[in-house]
């Protein structure tokens, strides 16, 4: 079965750095997700992306933060000046349709530690 | 807003004992409900959903009724295994969320043989 894969599984960085998290979703997919999860709290929605551009974005998606579909395949989450607070699970999400009808499929998540 | 509570974990159970995590939601339209899974070092699997009032949503012998009169999607399953170790997040989403999901904390489940 198809599924989304991100890269890396887990990326140390230190304050300040840039940092950009990888996905590939599923091919026929055409909506595209981030959610973060800090270490116990809820999962948080970040953005959605679609037809190239950003569809919604919540509080959380500042300036600090973009998103990038450089070819056919990829879809990145960049960080610019990464802050400790920004530590936590990033989760990548695609489906093929933008409604319930569609299911989310999530990937492994990279788990982003800031010091 | 939109909004989802479940019950605090982490919750301890003996393999074949009966399981109910409880999740309630607030919303001012009608939602779909959603189980997900995340097993340790996975990433979040669609467990099971429903999309209307009384809809039963089941999978790998879960089982979750959407309750609208109680605003509720309790997870249950008859007999747990240690492979059920996992969390569990109960989840909504809606046409006033922009069918974005709404989580609630999640709960840790963890079986002893």
């Known amino acids: 079965e198809p599924e989304v894969t991100q890269t890396p599984s887990h990326q140390v960085t230190q304050m300040g750095q840039e940092v950009i998290l990888r996905c590939v979703p599923i091919?026929?997919?055409?909506?595209f997700y981030w959610y973060r999860q800090i270490l116990g709290q809820k999962v948080e929605f970040l953005v959605s992306f679609y037809n190239n551009e950003i569809s919604e974005k919540s509080e959380i998606f500042d300036d600090q933060f973009s998103v990038e579909r450089p070819d056919g395949s990829n879809f990145t989450l960049k960080i610019r000046s990464t802050k400790l607070e920004d530590s936590a699970m990033y989760f990548c999400a695609s489906r093929r349709r933008g409604s319930d009808n569609s299911p989310l499929h999530f990937g492994n998540g990279t788990r982003l530690t800031v010091t | 807003g939109d909004s989802v509570t479940q019950m605090e974990g982490p919750v301890t159970l003996s393999e074949e004992a009966f399981l109910t995590i409880n999740c309630t939601y607030t919303?001012?339209?009608?939602?779909?409900l959603f189980w997900y899974v995340q097993y340790p070092g996975e990433g979040l699997q669609l467990l099971l959903k429903a999309t209307k009032a009384d809809d039963k949503g089941s999978n790998k012998g879960f089982e979750a009724t959407y309750r609208k009169e109680t605003t509720s999607f309790h997870l249950e399953k008859g007999s747990v295994q240690v492979s059920d170790s996992a969390v569990y997040f109960c989840?909504?989403?809606?046409?006033?969320?922009?069918?974005?999901?709404?989580w609630g904390a999640g709960t840790k489940l963890i079986i002893k043989p």
């Open positions: 091919s026929n997919h055409l909506y």
């Open positions: 989840a909504l989403s809606d046409m006033d969320s922009n069918y974005q999901l709404i």
């Open positions: 919303a001012t339209g009608y939602p779909s």
